[in-house]
């Protein structure tokens, strides 16, 4: 069993739709939860960051940490063409390795 | 905005050349991670270092692949000889350490490699 399991997609939305991305997770000792967003040829960017559980919004982008469960998701809110990307999403305990989902293809359609 | 710049951005060779990638980190950033993404695919880890000791190459294919970071600062990755399969996103990563909240990795632009 992967560490990290992420829907590759490709997942196409409307603009202005809601996005849910999720993730799930096997290693009950990860306490950093990553979100980064990779254009085509580029390297990935820090799009949000949570330490433990809960909630944290930033603008139209919010990032929920369910422990319990081990899953984590990240929303978009009223999606652009702009979002239109791959999210990875990323996990790791304390001073150790990171690890990566394989990443979700968005496309959002004018 | 500080940032991991790395060299080249795009490499084209033929296999069974020789290939180097330069990684510099952020300033004051002690971990530093070479990464390989094939396309459609999340980064895996080819090497680890803090400052200038390497803490994981487990999946570094040491055969063909080495790594340095002589003084602790930037990094090179280098494959001799390259194979085909080499082709792929080879992503640099550094990250600030020590307290929570720090545990986040900024990555570089990504070298792109294709090897024909």
């Known amino acids: 069993q992967k560490e990290v399991e992420q829907d590759p997609g490709p997942l196409s939305v409307p603009e202005g739709a809601i996005v849910s991305l999720n993730c799930t997770y096997s290693?009950?000792?990860?306490?950093?939860f990553m979100w980064y967003r990779q254009y085509s040829r580029k390297g990935p960017e820090l799009l949000m960051y949570?330490?433990?559980?809960g909630n944290k919004e930033d603008g139209r982008f919010t990032a929920q940490v369910d422990k319990s469960s081990k899953y984590i998701s990240l929303f978009i809110r009223d999606s652009q063409p702009s979002d239109s990307a791959t999210y990875l999403c990323?996990?790791?305990?304390?001073?150790?390795?990171?690890?990566f989902g394989t990443g979700t293809s968005l496309t959002v359609i004018p | 905005e500080a940032e991991v710049a790395q060299s080249p951005r795009y490499k084209i060779t033929e296999k069974s050349q020789a290939v180097a990638f330069w990684c510099d980190p952020i300033?004051?950033?002690?971990?530093l991670y070479w990464y390989r993404q094939i396309l459609g695919q999340g980064p895996e880890l080819l090497v680890q270092?803090?400052?200038?000791?390497?803490?994981?190459d487990s999946q570094l294919p040491k055969d063909r692949f080495s790594a340095e970071r002589l003084k602790g600062v930037d990094s090179t990755l280098k494959i001799q000889p390259a194979e085909l399969g080499d082709s792929a996103m080879y992503l640099c990563?550094?990250?600030?350490?020590?307290?929570?909240?720090?545990?986040?990795?900024?990555f570089g632009a990504g070298s792109r490699l294709t090897v024909l």
């Open positions: 270092f803090q400052d200038e000791s390497v803490v994981d």
């Open positions: 300033s004051g950033h002690a971990t």
């Open positions: 949570t330490y433990s559980s």
């Open positions: 990323a996990m790791s305990a304390i001073g150790n390795q990171f690890y």
């Open positions: 990563a550094s990250r600030l350490g020590g307290e929570a909240g720090a545990n986040v990795l900024t």
């Open positions: 290693n009950s000792a990860f306490q950093y």
